[in-house]
């Protein structure tokens, strides 16, 4: 028995994805100039709240792989944006955290991710976004277990 191929329009994987791609090239566009992806900006940013953390809580923080997140580390490090560490607590463990220089860098391009979100909100509209923004971290709370533990 064959099995009926879905509409593409109701695939929730490749509807999250189209409009990821889609956004987030508009915040790689406007962080290009200070030399940042938008996930590198996230991780400055995640790692200025929560400086100190093991790869794996941050991999936990941005929900992403501990493999992805360490190739985007990588990048960050060799600029010196970032420094990543063994734990003293844990030498299996590795700590990341943010320098001097990932700070000034994160906030030489906090007005361009600033752009980027209040147009994104005037087109979409402020109230929709933050709607969004909610639907999208539920997603998050589905259960799934995306990566390896």
Not at 12 to 22: I, V
Request: aromatic share 6%; net charge positive.
């Amino acid at each position: 028995m064959a099995t009926a191929v879905p509409r593409a329009d109701w695939c929730n994987n490749l509807a999250l994805r189209k409009a990821s791609r889609y956004l987030g090239a508009s915040y790689d566009k406007a962080l290009a100039p200070l030399g940042l992806r938008a996930t590198q900006f996230s991780i400055l940013h995640v790692l200025g709240l929560h400086d100190g953390v093991t790869i794996t809580r941050l991999a936990d923080i941005i929900a992403m792989d501990r493999t992805t997140l360490a190739s985007n580390l990588k990048p960050l490090e060799r600029e010196g944006l970032v420094r990543v560490e063994p734990s003293a607590t844990d030498r299996r463990a590795r700590v990341v955290t943010i320098t001097p220089a990932g700070t000034n860098r994160f906030k030489a391009a906090l007005p361009l991710w600033e752009g980027v979100q209040a147009e994104f909100e005037e087109r979409f509209g402020a109230e929709r976004a933050t709607q969004l923004r909610a639907d999208l971290e539920a997603v998050l709370a589905t259960g799934f277990a995306p990566w390896a533990e």
